[in-house]
């Protein structure tokens, strides 16, 4: 009953896809990333889960790649059986998604790797990373690693967003748990979970402080 984080041509502006940096692509960009997945719950059987997460990424070009270095401004996970999640993604260790054209159209493989593990990466005293979880029956805080591997397959619109479907290998270790309850269930876990991420470019130097997950500039599931 623990759902936590599983924790990435050419458009009318002129972008192209050669080795050359093309001088007309914006610095900053805001991305989103949409993670389905589906966990078995006791009484209740295969519940679907979702997990959104909202980025700022700077872009360069790099050997004819598309490369997005990206800071997490935040991570929502749906409710799920009675279980709501949190985490600070404030303290996500910046991750970089590069994107490689394919020479037979028009479209890019991408490719991002995302790793801690028992260092106190969010700063609070503890190992890994704490994720908080309330339930009614069964609440607390697990301490966690993580080694998420992403494949994607993007593309530019007209317009100038970028986006596509990407797919998440996720291997977690629990390294401590705090509440009796959590302690007694909470287990490492290897899983794949896939879905849509799309970017767009805002202003330069625009920061997660400037953006409301309420209110981003972009949606992956509407691309």
């Given at each position: 009953?623990?759902?936590?984080?599983?924790?990435?041509?050419?458009?009318?502006?002129g972008w192209g896809i050669s080795s050359?940096?093309?001088?007309?692509?914006?610095?900053?960009?805001?991305?989103?990333?949409?993670?389905?997945g589906s966990r078995w719950v006791p009484f209740k059987g295969k519940v679907r889960t979702r997990m959104d997460s909202f980025v700022i990424a700077r872009a360069t070009w790099e050997d004819g790649r598309f490369v997005l270095t990206q800071e997490a401004c935040a991570v929502r996970f749906?409710?799920?059986?009675?279980?709501?999640?949190?985490?600070?993604a404030r303290h996500l260790p910046r991750s970089v998604f590069t994107f490689t054209p394919r020479e037979r159209d028009q479209t890019f493989d991408g490719r991002s790797r995302v790793v801690w593990n028992e260092e106190d990466v969010d700063h609070d005293g503890k190992p890994g990373m704490t994720i908080r979880v309330a339930a009614r029956v069964c609440s607390g805080s697990l301490h966690v690693t993580n080694d998420s591997t992403t494949t994607a397959t993007a593309r530019f619109r007209e317009g100038g967003t970028f986006g596509g479907?990407?797919?998440v290998r996720v291997e977690q270790r629990v390294l401590g748990?705090?509440?009796?309850?959590?302690?007694?269930v909470a287990d490492d876990t290897s899983e794949q979970v896939d879905g849509p991420f799309a970017y767009t470019p805002v202003p330069a130097g625009t920061s997660c402080r400037d953006l409301s997950p309420d209110d981003w500039p972009i949606d992956a599931l509407a691309w």
């Open positions: 009953m623990l759902f936590f984080a599983h924790l990435l041509v050419k458009t009318a502006l050359a940096a093309p001088v007309q692509t914006p610095i900053s960009w805001a991305g989103h990333q949409v993670t389905l749906d409710k799920v059986a009675g279980v709501r999640v949190h985490m600070d479907n990407a797919r748990a705090e509440g009796a309850c959590l302690s007694m």
